[in-house]
């Protein structure tokens, strides 16, 4: 232990290792500055929009709780997977039906009026994909 902490204390500032630790603790730093600058997706999102002073908003994941129980209550789904990332709402139904086209339309149409209902700002559009499960 004393002989690295010696070798260390000896290195000089224009060796050759000094630099490379500078600049990959210069690198790190710029990556947490831009990281803190940069804002990421908020977690909540504005719903019920109007001309009334003050917000309503609801988080992310209760907007897709709301929308995953709202879809597991049309007959023949067995579950339901939703995600609201960004701009859209993913669905993933799955159904044991053999004819999943009916199952497919009114889940697209219940996501949707789920959607037009609350109005959430940033979120225009919905995307339903179904699953076969055994």
């Keep these: 232990m004393v002989g ?12 050759v290792t000094a630099i490379i630790f500078a600049i990959i603790l210069a690198v790190f730093g710029l990556a947490m500055i831009i990281g803190a600058v940069l804002p990421g997706v908020p977690d909540r999102v504005e719903i019920f929009p109007d001309d009334i002073p003050g917000q309503t908003v609801a988080k992310r994941r209760d907007l897709a709780n709301l929308i995953q129980t709202q879809v597991e209550q049309i007959d023949g789904v067995h579950s339901a997977i939703v995600t609201a990332n960004g701009s859209r709402v993913d669905v993933v139904v799955h159904s044991v039906l053999d004819d999943l086209g009916p199952v497919r339309e009114a889940a697209r149409k219940k996501t949707d009026e789920v959607l037009k209902m609350l109005a959430p700002v940033g979120i225009a559009r919905s995307r339903v994909r179904i699953k076969h499960i055994s």
């Design 4 to 15: 690295t902490l010696t070798a260390i204390g000896s290195t000089t500032l224009g060796s």
